[in-house]
């Protein structure tokens, strides 16, 4: 494991923390995560096997801690894709674009490993509000254009966005998927506005 250069502890134990997760990360990417262990992450890190324990009490609990710093991180994506819009309409075509963008990417491929894990059942709600979060980006602008039912609205979106995820990994064309599932999001959301 490299040299650590913090200037204290609370520092030096966040830093070793970033690296078991990316220990753990690289594992995951390389073998699927039911190769993360708390052994195979020791090893990773160059680190006993007692000192993963430190930081986390079972693989279960770094597999988790994995995937909420994973959602997190596309959650920051799509917030900063959401800002620079205009209009309400421009925000969820950003939201669309980049989630999806995401995919055609790879970048979610992390996540789509993780994701046959068996989680601890105590983490569940963390891990529930960060993939809700991942839609929050969205809720200004779709009040803003007039839906009502906000929660229909983003399952909505969130069945589209899966659909052209599916057909973006089955090889079709990412900027043909992305155009349409946009176009049918918008029109479906004035659908909804209008009735």
Avoid at 107 to 135: C, D, F, Q, Y
Wanted: proline letters at 3%; glycine letters at 4%.
């Amino acid at each position: 494991m490299p040299r650590i250069n913090t200037s204290n502890l609370v520092q030096q134990r966040e830093w070793r923390r970033s690296e078991l997760i990316s220990a753990a990360a690289a594992i995951a990417l390389e073998s699927g995560s039911e190769a993360i262990t708390v052994a195979a992450v020791a090893q990773r890190a160059g680190l006993a096997r007692t000192s993963v324990y430190e930081y986390f009490g079972s693989s279960a609990e770094l597999v988790a801690d994995l995937i909420i710093e994973e959602l997190s991180a596309f959650t920051d994506i799509l917030v900063t894709a959401v800002e620079p819009a205009k209009v309400p309409e421009e925000a969820i075509a950003n939201w669309i674009n980049s989630a999806l963008q995401y995919i055609a990417d790879g970048r979610h491929l992390l996540a789509k490993a993780l994701s046959a894990t068996s989680l601890p059942v105590n983490r569940s709600a963390e891990i529930g509000a960060a993939h809700r979060a991942l839609l929050a980006p969205l809720t200004s602008a779709l009040t803003e254009i007039g839906v009502r039912d906000l929660n229909y609205a983003l399952s909505m979106i969130q069945s589209l966005t899966d659909a052209a995820t599916k057909l973006i990994e089955n090889g079709n064309s990412a900027e043909d998927e992305i155009a349409k599932t946009t176009a049918f999001c918008i029109a479906g959301l004035r659908t909804l506005i209008e009735s």
